[in-house]
């Protein structure tokens, strides 16, 4: 069974940083461009980052900048570390997974809340 298990929200001041991680089981890891993707409310899901396999990143323009991804293969997770953090940053976070073999599937953690509040 596929999970994508999210930690690492929270409440933080504008201008901090926070760090979540997403820990991925069933299997898929290796084999799936792995990313964030974010909603606030009243707003449509946006990409926030992706990394391939072998590392190649894409960042929503938004980001760029502050998000740095990453992934541990051997640990089957990936991470996205925010440094100076916005109010406008505040969203849902979601874990994304897209297979890149057939049958490309594609998988969503239950999503951690960020909050960006003075």
């Known amino acids: 069974q596929v999970q994508l298990v999210e930690s690492g929200g929270g409440l933080v001041q504008p201008g901090e940083s926070l760090r979540l991680s997403c820990a991925a089981s069933?299997?898929?890891?290796?084999?799936?461009?792995m990313g964030w993707y974010r909603q606030a409310p009243g707003k449509q899901r946006e990409l926030v980052a992706t990394i391939t396999n072998s590392g190649l990143t894409n960042y929503g323009d938004s980001v760029k900048g502050r998000f740095t991804i990453s992934r541990d293969n051997d640990k089957n997770m990936v991470i996205l570390q925010m440094n100076s953090l916005k109010p406008e940053d505040a969203a849902v976070y979601y874990c994304?997974?897209?297979?890149?073999?057939?049958?490309?599937?594609?998988?969503w953690g239950q999503g951690t809340q960020v909050t960006v509040s003075s």
């Open positions: 069933g299997g898929i890891f290796s084999r799936s461009v």
């Open positions: 994304h997974a897209r297979m890149v073999v057939i049958p490309r599937l594609i998988y």
